[in-house]
């Protein structure tokens, strides 16, 4: 156990839909960071929030958004679902920037 | 363009032989590089890593080892245990740089009795 929570574990959704994945880090980190891995590829990365800030982005459409809250809580916002958004997203968090980043056990989002 | 590249798919070993896993890398920016390991239906679990100042990095049965000269970097696990079949996910990063981890598309290892 990483100590990174994500919710919900699975999610199944139609397009053009709205879903909100939620994703608690690990006590005392302050950055997140999602991923996402699509079928038989490596995982991409999305955008990183530090300390409610976005800190980097990367490959994440214009139809995704995220944001960080005080309470260091993260979310990440897919809306106008389409067939080829349906992945695994992975939340991650670290101290600080560090590079060790710690996993949770994802989201599977499937769109039909 | 794939910046960081992991060309075997799958590969096999006998339990107690020595796993080793490879991973090639083309952006010269990279200076951070770890191993994370997935079980299916997990989160990546953090393994080892290896600062680009270091040739070689020790954890118990896992080594790893970078060359950056060949922008190659291999992880070696020894003894292989079942436990140890997983896919392994090579990845790297720029200290002073976004911090983002670039990851390869996996090796899944397969540790046989």
């Known amino acids: 156990d990483s100590g990174v929570t994500q919710t919900p574990k699975h999610l199944i959704t139609a397009t053009g839909q709205r879903v909100t994945l939620r994703c608690s880090p690990r006590s005392g980190d302050l950055s997140v960071y999602w991923y996402q891995q699509s079928l038989d590829q490596g995982l991409q990365f999305l955008i990183q929030?530090?300390?409610?800030?976005?800190?980097a982005k990367g490959n994440i459409l214009e139809r995704f958004s995220a944001q960080q809250f005080p309470d260091l809580h993260s979310e990440l916002n897919l809306s106008s679902l389409e067939l080829g958004d349906s992945a695994l997203y992975f939340c991650a968090s670290s101290v600080g920037s560090g590079l060790e980043q710690y996993f949770g056990p994802g989201t599977r989002l499937t769109v039909t | 363009d794939q910046q960081v590249k992991q060309n075997s798919p799958s590969l096999s070993v006998q339990e107690g032989r020595i796993s080793i896993l490879n991973c090639d890398y083309t952006n010269s920016m990279f200076d951070y590089f770890l191993w994370y390991k997935k079980y299916p239906a997990e989160g990546p679990t953090f393994l080892i890593s290896?600062?680009?100042?270091?040739d070689k990095n020790e954890d118990g049965r896992f080594t790893v080892f970078l060359n950056k000269s060949a922008k190659h970097l291999s992880l070696h696990i020894v003894p292989s245990q079942p436990g140890d079949s997983a896919v392994y996910f090579c990845a790297a990063s720029e200290v002073q740089g976004a911090q983002k981890l670039v990851f390869g598309q996996g090796t899944r290892l397969t540790i046989n009795p």
């Open positions: 290896i600062s680009s100042i270091k």
């Open positions: 929030y530090y300390n409610g800030e976005e800190r």
